[in-house]
C-alpha cells in the first residue's frame, strides 16, 4: 500500500508540475510574440512593448495582484558595445518571477528572450521524503527585423546551377547567396557572407571574406577579434518566393516621351508609360527622373558612353569630402575656396551636366551689408531643392501626396569666399551659369567667417527660384522653358529667410551678427540660421578601402534622424524619409517611415527586357514606398535580363524578377545595393566588385516570431 501511495503521489505532484510547465510555456510564447509585434508596430521598448508584454504574462497565469518587485536594467553588449541589452526582472506573488531580456541586434534583428520560473509546492512527495518544491522553468525567444535570411542574390529556379557565380578579376558579394538549386561557384568568388545551396551546389570552392555589421569593407582572413567569416552550407532548405506586389503601377499611366522636357544641358523625365527606351551616347545626354513609376512597355536599353540617368539631387559644384579632410558627417568641415569635388556627379560617363554658380559684390545703396564696420569675408554655399509629389493614395501616411509635395534639398555646395567693404553699401549677388539637374529652387546659405572649415557657421539667407522655373509665389515650380546655356544669371527674390529689398540683388541688408547663432533645422523647414545639410562622404569602396578609391563620385551623407538631437543626414537622395520618425531609433531611423521623396521604380510588363551595360549609366534609387523595389519584373515575365555595372551606375534598392534569368557583371562601383531575387543568375565580374546587400535598401524584413 505504501508503494501504491508513493507512485499514486508521484503521479498526481508530475501532473501539477506538467499543467504548471505547459501553462508558463504558453505565458511566455505569448509574451514573447506581443513583445515581437508592439515592437514592430510602436518601435516604443518602454512605453508598450514591455508592459504590454507583461500584461498578457500575468493574463495568462491569472496573475492579478501587482508584482512585488520591477526592476530594468540597461547595457552594450557585443564584441563592439555597441548593441543596447535592457533586462527586466518581474517578481510576482506565489513565487512566479518573469524576466525579459531585449536586445538590439541590428541587421539580425530585435530580439526578445522571455523566460519564467515558479517554485511548486509539492504536496504527496513531501509525505515519503520528497523534496517540498520544484521549480519549474519555461523559455521562449522572439524576433522581429530579422534579416538573416534576406540574402544578397537569391535564386528561386530548384534546377542545376540555378546561382553561378564566377568572376575574371575580384568578385565581391556582400551579404548571402542563396540557391534554391544547385549554386556552381569558383574560387574568384569573395563571399563576404554564406553561400547556401541544394545538395550537390559547390559553395566549398568559394573564397570566404570576414566582415561586420558596421560596413566595415570585407577583407582575407584571419578575421579580428568579433568580425564573422562565411561559410558553405550545403544542402540548404529552399526559399519561398515572397510574392511581392507592385501597387503603384496603376497611379502612373500618362504616356511619355524622353525628350519631351528639354532643359537646357539636361532632360526632365517624368513618370508614366515610355515605349522602347534606348539610351545611347554620341551627344552627351543627362535626364533627370522625377520620383514616380516609369513602365517601359518596349524594354530599357543603356549601352553607350555619353549618357546619364539618374534621380539624384545634386548642388552646382558639388563639394569634396576630402577638401580639408574626411571628418564624420556633422563635424567640423572646412572646404576652402575653390574646393569643388574632383568628379561632380552629373559630369561622369562623358556628360557634363552639373551645376555651376559664381559671386559678385554690387552696389545696394542704403542696403548695403555690414561686417564689422569694416571689410571682410563671406562664405557662401548653395544647396538644390525640388519638391517631388507620390501618387499612390493607398500608401498612408503619405505626406507627399499633395502639392506641393515633400521638398528634397541636395548637399551643399563647394565654398565660394567673395570681400566686401562696409562704406561702399555692398551686396552679394549669386548667380547662376549652369542649372543643376533637377533644381527647382536654390537655397543659399552664407558664413560671416568666410570659408573658416566650420560647416555650422553657415547660415540659411534665403530660397530662390531656379533660372527657368516658375512658381506664382510658392511651391511648386514649374518650368517656363529652356534655360538659357551659357547664360548667367542672378538669384534674385529670395524668401523664407532674410529677403533683399533690392529686386535685382540676391543678399543684401544685413549685418554680420544676423547670421549666428545658427541651429539645426526639420528636414521639411527653412528659415534664418538654420544650418545646410551635410556634406556628402568619401566614394563608396569594398576592399583596399586606404587611400579612398579613385574614379567615383561622393556619396550621400549616411542615414540620419531628421527630428530631435540627430538631425541631419541625407535630405534628398536614398537616404531620406518622411515622416522622420520622432523619436526614432538611431540604428534604423527610417524603419517607421512610408515615403522617400524622389524614389522611383522601374517596371517591366511581359516581354519587356532590360539591358543595362557596363558603358551606359544609370543611378537610380528606390523607395519605402515600393518596398525598397526599384526593378520590378511581374512572375510572367520570363525575360533574360543584363546588369552590367560601371563608375556611373547603381541601383539603390531591390531587383525582383522570380521568373527572370539575370546575368550581373561587377564594375567599379557595386551596380546593385540592394538584394536580387530572381529565377536564375549568373554573375560574373571583371573589376572589384559585384552586389552590395544593404538592409535599408532591402524589402521590410518578416514580422515577429517564435524561434525558441
Not at 496573475?63 to 518581474?90: C, F, H, K, R, W
Not at 566582415?211 to 564573422?228: H, K, R
Request: glycine letters at 12%; proline letters at 9%; a negative charge.
Amino acid at each position: 500500500m505504501f508503494v501504491l501511495f508513493a507512485m499514486l503521489g508521484l503521479a498526481i505532484d508530475s501532473g501539477r508540475a506538467y499543467v504548471d510547465r505547459r501553462d508558463q510555456q504558453a505565458a511566455v510564447d505569448a509574451a514573447a510574440l506581443a513583445a515581437g509585434d508592439w515592437y514592430e508596430n510602436l518601435r516604443d521598448l518602454y512605453g508598450s512593448t514591455l508592459p504590454q508584454a507583461k500584461q498578457l504574462y500575468q493574463r495568462n497565469l491569472h496573475l492579478y495582484a501587482a508584482p512585488t518587485s520591477d526592476s530594468t536594467t540597461t547595457a552594450l553588449i557585443g564584441p563592439n558595445a555597441n548593441l543596447q541589452q535592457d533586462t527586466e526582472v518581474v517578481q510576482y506573488a506565489n513565487g512566479y518571477r518573469l524576466t525579459i531580456v531585449a536586445t538590439n541586434t541590428q541587421v539580425n534583428g530585435y530580439e526578445f528572450q522571455v523566460s519564467s520560473t515558479h517554485p511548486l509546492q509539492l504536496v504527496f512527495m513531501q509525505i515519503f521524503g520528497g523534496p517540498t518544491t520544484v521549480t519549474i522553468n519555461a523559455t521562449a525567444t522572439a524576433i522581429v527585423f530579422n534579416q538573416r535570411q534576406q540574402p544578397a542574390l537569391l535564386t528561386l529556379s530548384t534546377g542545376s546551377c540555378s546561382l553561378t557565380l564566377t568572376g575574371s578579376a575580384t568578385l565581391t558579394v556582400v551579404g548571402d547567396t542563396y540557391a534554391n538549386g544547385t549554386a556552381c561557384v569558383d574560387s574568384n568568388l569573395r563571399e563576404a557572407g554564406n553561400c547556401y545551396g541544394a545538395a550537390g551546389s559547390n559553395c566549398n570552392a568559394a573564397t570566404y571574406y570576414c566582415y561586420n555589421s558596421s560596413g566595415v569593407p570585407p577583407y582575407p582572413p584571419p578575421c579580428l577579434v568579433g568580425d564573422s567569416q562565411g561559410a558553405p552550407v550545403v544542402p540548404a532548405a529552399t526559399l519561398p518566393d515572397p510574392g511581392y506586389l507592385a501597387n503603384s503601377v496603376p497611379y502612373y499611366p500618362s504616356p511619355r516621351g524622353y525628350n519631351r522636357y528639354n532643359r537646357g544641358t539636361w532632360t526632365e523625365m517624368q513618370p508614366g508609360v515610355y515605349g522602347s527606351f534606348h539610351l545611347t551616347g554620341g551627344s552627351a545626354s543627362c535626364a533627370f527622373l522625377d520620383a514616380g513609376v516609369y513602365v517601359w512597355t518596349g524594354g530599357y536599353q543603356s549601352d553607350a558612353g555619353g549618357s546619364l540617368l539618374s534621380n539624384e539631387l545634386k548642388p552646382p559644384d558639388e563639394m569634396n569630402y576630402a577638401a580639408a579632410g574626411a571628418l564624420p558627417p556633422g563635424g567640423a568641415y572646412g572646404p576652402p575656396l575653390g574646393s569643388a569635388s574632383g568628379i561632380q556627379f552629373w559630369n561622369q560617363n562623358g556628360v557634363s551636366c552639373s551645376g555651376e554658380f559664381n559671386l559678385s559684390v554690387v552696389a545696394a545703396p542704403s542696403n548695403g551689408i555690414k561686417h564689422q564696420g569694416g571689410s571682410g569675408d563671406w562664405g557662401i554655399e548653395v544647396t538644390s531643392v525640388r519638391y517631388d509629389q507620390f501618387l499612390d493614395p493607398t500608401i498612408t501616411p503619405n505626406p507627399c501626396s499633395g502639392s506641393p509635395g515633400c521638398r528634397r534639398e541636395s548637399s551643399p555646395s563647394a565654398c565660394e569666399q567673395i570681400t566686401t567693404t562696409d562704406t561702399s553699401n555692398p551686396a552679394i549677388n549669386v548667380s547662376i551659369t549652369r542649372n543643376a539637374p533637377g533644381a527647382q529652387y536654390y537655397d543659399v546659405y552664407m558664413n560671416p567667417n568666410g570659408c573658416d572649415g566650420v560647416q555650422s557657421n553657415f547660415s540659411f539667407v534665403g530660397q530662390y527660384l531656379a533660372p527657368g522655373w516658375v512658381d506664382g509665389g510658392g511651391p511648386p515650380a514649374s518650368a517656363a522653358g529652356p534655360y538659357p546655356s551659357g547664360a548667367s544669371v542672378t538669384l534674385v527674390g529670395g524668401t523664407l529667410g532674410l529677403p533683399c529689398p533690392v529686386a535685382t540683388d540676391s543678399i543684401c541688408n544685413l549685418a554680420y551678427n544676423n547670421l549666428s547663432p545658427t541651429q539645426l533645422c526639420f528636414a521639411q523647414a527653412r528659415f534664418a540660421s538654420c544650418q545646410p545639410p551635410e556634406h556628402a562622404v568619401t566614394p563608396q569602396c569594398f576592399q583596399n578601402c586606404a587611400p579612398p578609391p579613385t574614379g567615383l563620385s561622393m556619396e550621400n551623407a549616411p542615414m540620419r534622424l531628421e527630428y530631435g538631437t540627430s538631425l541631419g543626414g541625407d535630405i534628398a537622395n536614398e537616404n531620406y524619409c518622411v515622416p522622420s520618425p520622432n523619436p526614432g531609433d538611431a540604428t534604423a531611423p527610417c524603419q517607421t517611415s512610408k515615403i522617400t521623396p524622389g524614389g522611383v521604380q522601374f517596371y517591366f510588363p511581359n516581354g519587356s527586357c532590360m539591358t543595362q551595360n557596363a558603358q551606359g549609366a544609370t543611378f537610380v534609387f528606390g523607395g519605402e514606398q515600393y518596398n525598397w523595389i526599384v526593378i520590378y519584373m511581374p512572375p510572367t515575365n520570363a525575360c533574360s535580363s543584363t546588369l552590367n555595372g560601371g563608375s556611373a551606375t547603381q541601383y539603390i534598392g531591390t531587383i525582383y524578377s522570380p521568373a527572370g534569368n539575370w546575368t550581373i557583371n561587377g564594375g567599379n562601383r557595386a551596380p546593385l545595393a540592394g538584394q536580387v531575387i530572381v529565377y536564375t543568375a549568373k554573375v560574373a565580374g571583371g573589376a572589384t566588385v559585384g552586389i552590395d546587400f544593404n538592409p535599408n535598401y532591402a524589402p521590410a524584413p518578416p514580422a515577429a516570431r517564435l524561434i525558441n
